[in-house]
């Protein structure tokens, strides 16, 4: 019995192992999307913001979106971003390109944050020319 089946199979076997060719058709915009994807993020740059508050244990969180409302209400211009590095929580300020730029700013900072420091940090930088009113946009 087992041979008769061996014998029935054999000629199947050379099919078995045939490989197949699958062809993938797809439009160009995808291979520049998941090249485009492996890239950094193009928003993001390396600069420097200003350190004004850095704490740790249980009221941390609480301290540091209460500095970040006092601060955003003095500085309106600038933006606060909370982050976390155990133990501690950090409230850094500014997207500075560059360290004299950070380093002007920090100046009037230090009188309402004393503890201040400048801090080499991935930023969002601001646009280098903001749109004009003047000329619309196509």
Do not use: C, W
């Amino acid at each position: 019995m087992i041979f008769t089946l061996l014998f029935l199979l054999l000629p199947l076997l050379p099919q078995a192992q045939q490989k197949g060719k699958v062809e993938v058709i797809q439009s160009a915009v995808i291979d520049s999307l998941v090249s485009l994807s492996r890239q950094p993020a193009l928003n993001k740059t390396e600069g420097y913001r200003i350190q004004v508050f850095m704490e740790s244990g249980n009221q941390a969180v609480s301290h540091a979106q209460e500095t970040i409302a006092n601060f955003e209400a003095s500085y309106p211009g600038l933006p606060a971003y909370l982050s976390f590095g155990q133990p501690y929580y950090r409230v850094r300020v500014g997207n500075f390109r560059t360290r004299l730029e950070a380093e002007s700013q920090l100046r009037f900072i230090i009188i309402s944050y004393p503890k201040a420091f400048v801090i080499k940090e991935t930023i969002e930088p601001p646009a280098l020319y903001p749109p004009s009113n003047n000329n619309p946009e196509p």
